[in-house]
């Protein structure tokens, strides 16, 4: 089993930054890569971001390029968001997960641990 605890979320101001934090323990060994996805209000759960564990490829939704940046630190099995220029519409329950799979994905089922979520809230 592997545990995710995320944590940095909070309040900002649309143009303001906040990172996340997910931090990984247990059978860390298993893990392929690492996702984000978020969850606005009445909406479907959708991909943000993810990084290989090895720190050595990202991949970013197109609404987030170029204003989130995925990474990871190894001797703390954590991975952060580090997300700027934020937005109303980033609003949401953020979501970190696992997988333990060979290839990053965009596809909630190819991750097989989730965490409990830390809320987002960007004011205009």
């Known amino acids: 089993q592997v545990q995710l605890v995320e944590s940095g979320g909070g309040l900002v101001q649309a143009g303001g930054s906040l990172r996340l934090s997910c931090a990984a323990s247990?059978?860390?060994?298993?893990?392929?890569?690492m996702g984000w996805f978020r969850q606005a209000p009445g909406k479907e759960r959708e991909f943000v971001a993810a990084?290989?564990?090895?720190?050595?490829?990202?991949l970013y939704s197109d609404s987030v390029k170029g204003r989130f940046t995925n990474s990871r630190d190894n001797a703390k099995n954590t991975v952060y968001l580090q997300m700027n220029n934020l937005k109303p519409e980033d609003t949401a329950v953020y979501f970190c997960?696992?997988?333990?799979?060979?290839?990053?994905?965009?596809?909630?089922?190819?991750?097989?641990?989730w965490g409990q979520g830390t809320q987002v809230t960007v004011s205009s």
């Open positions: 997960a696992a997988s333990r799979g060979i290839i990053l994905s965009v596809n909630r089922a190819a991750y097989d641990y």
């Open positions: 247990g059978r860390t060994f298993s893990i392929y890569a």
């Open positions: 990084i290989r564990w090895s720190g050595t490829s990202t």
